[in-house]
């Protein structure tokens, strides 16, 4: 009875690990996000600047400054849309698989691509940038 019962307990217990988790439905883990960004791109400095635009919207522009002329050279958005939290820019749509206070994972089954957010011990954001025949990572320093 007691090894029926330890059994039993068991398997309970890896039956509840198993269970997939719901994706993230609150992007409140993104608002680290917010602000002003400087990195480095093949000795190229760029910037990004993310902004609050509702409960649940987060915008990113993407930008360089080459002889004092600024240059957008993106847009992207984080938003929740049918229950999901999904990374969106003008060719890409990833959907937010997990996340946590200092770290978002978004991915695209379909095209094989993940990116991955996250605020490094020193308050870098480090985005791991992951596609089917290559990957790139940024850190990036709050301005």
């Known amino acids: 009875m007691k090894t029926t019962l330890q059994i039993t307990f068991v398997m309970a217990v890896l039956f509840i690990g198993c269970q997939s988790q719901a994706p993230p439905t609150d992007i409140k883990n993104l608002h680290w996000l917010l602000g002003n960004w400087k990195g480095e791109a093949s000795g190229q400095p760029f910037y990004e600047t993310w902004t609050k635009v509702s409960d649940t919207e987060l915008a990113n522009i993407n930008y360089g400054i080459t002889n004092g002329d600024t240059t957008i050279s993106g847009r992207s ?44 011990d020193q308050g870098q954001w480090v985005a791991l940038l992951v596609y089917p025949t290559s990957q790139v990572e940024y850190k990036l320093n709050r301005q």
């Open 77 to 120: 958005k984080i938003e929740l849309l049918d229950n999901k939290i999904y990374y969106k820019s003008e060719n890409r749509s990833l959907e937010l698989i997990s996340s946590n206070a200092k770290e978002s994972v978004f991915e695209n089954k379909l095209t094989n691509e993940k990116f991955k957010f996250s605020l490094n």
